[in-house]
Nanobody
Framework: QLELVESGGGLVHPGGSLRLSCAAS????????VGWFRQGPGKEREGVAC????????IYSDSVEGRFTISRENAENTVALQMTDLKPEDTADYYC??????????????????????WGQGTQVSVSS
C-alpha cells in the first residue's frame, strides 16, 4: 500500500520561496503519476502541478506557471514542488497524490480520486506580510 507524506510547508513573506516534498513509502514512486493539489480557506481543492510516471510530462495551473516547478527525485522516492515568488493567494493546504500510471506520459491536474487514489495528509503554506 502506497503511503504519502508531505513536508516543507510553513509561513513565508510575499515573494519568498518554499520547497515542498512528497515522500513515498510502501512502493516505488517512479511508476506513478504524481500531482500536487491545494485547498485554500473557503475554496475548493484545485490542481497545482503534476508529473507523469516517466517525468517527461509536467503540467501547471495558470496561476502557478512560471513560479512553481515539480520534479522527481527517484533516488529518494520523493516528488518535490519548488515554489518561488509566493503570493498571498498561494496560501492553502497542499496535498500530494499519486496514481498508477498505465500511460507513462500522462498526468492531470484534475483532482480526480479515480486517477489519484493515494493522498497524503497535507502541509500548510501561509504567505503573509
Amino acid at each position: 500500500q502506497l503511503e504519502l507524506v508531505e513536508s516543507g510547508g510553513g509561513l513565508v513573506h510575499p515573494g519568498g520561496s518554499l520547497r515542498l516534498s512528497c515522500a513515498a513509502s510502501g512502493s516505488i514512486l517512479d511508476g506513478f503519476r504524481v500531482g500536487w493539489f491545494r485547498q485554500g480557506p473557503g475554496k475548493e481543492r484545485e490542481g497545482v502541478a503534476c508529473i507523469s510516471p516517466n517525468g517527461v510530462t509536467t503540467i501547471y495551473s495558470d496561476s502557478v506557471e512560471g513560479r512553481f516547478t515539480i520534479s522527481r527525485e527517484n533516488a529518494e522516492n520523493t516528488v518535490a514542488l519548488q515554489m518561488t515568488d509566493l503570493k498571498p493567494e498561494d496560501t492553502a493546504d497542499y496535498y500530494c497524490a499519486a496514481g498508477w500510471g498505465v500511460n507513462p506520459d500522462f498526468c492531470t491536474i484534475v483532482p480526480d480520486k479515480g486517477r489519484y487514489p493515494y493522498w497524503g495528509q497535507g502541509t500548510q503554506v501561509s504567505v503573509s506580510s
